[in-house]
């Protein structure tokens, strides 16, 4: 099981940008694809972003053109770039290791890390 440790959250106004990071702890990881997920107060957790080992980026509609996914195979790390950062975008966010972007399908969750959107 890879272990997943997110950091990077915090307080940011309305439109500013932060970067989250995921450090991974298995030793194939280039060959995983990774993705981010959130949950807000009260919501499911969604889809936000994945990204294949090949590169190729999928985002939800909601953070298109805002976010950014990528990824440092040497680092073992992946990377969400947010702008234009929104008081919708107020969650915990959560970074997992795999290629589905149905949050029910992945049984381990590490412990996530808040963004917080003021308007």
């Known amino acids: 099981q890879v272990q997943l440790v997110e950091s990077g959250g915090g307080l940011v106004q309305a439109g500013g940008s932060l970067r989250l990071s995921c450090a991974a702890s298995t030793r194939t990881f280039s060959s995983y694809a990774m993705g981010w997920f959130r949950q807000a107060p009260g919501k499911e957790r969604e889809f936000v972003a994945i990204?294949?080992?090949?590169?190729?980026?999928y985002y939800a509609d909601s953070v298109k053109g805002r976010f950014t996914i990528s990824r440092d195979n040497a680092k073992n790390t992946v990377y969400l770039q947010m702008n234009s950062l929104k008081p919708e975008d107020t969650a915990v966010y959560y970074c997992n290791s795999g290629a589905s972007n149905d949050p029910r399908e992945y049984g381990y969750w590490g412990q996530g890390t808040q963004v917080t959107v003021s308007s």
């Open positions: 990204i294949r080992s090949g590169g190729r980026e």
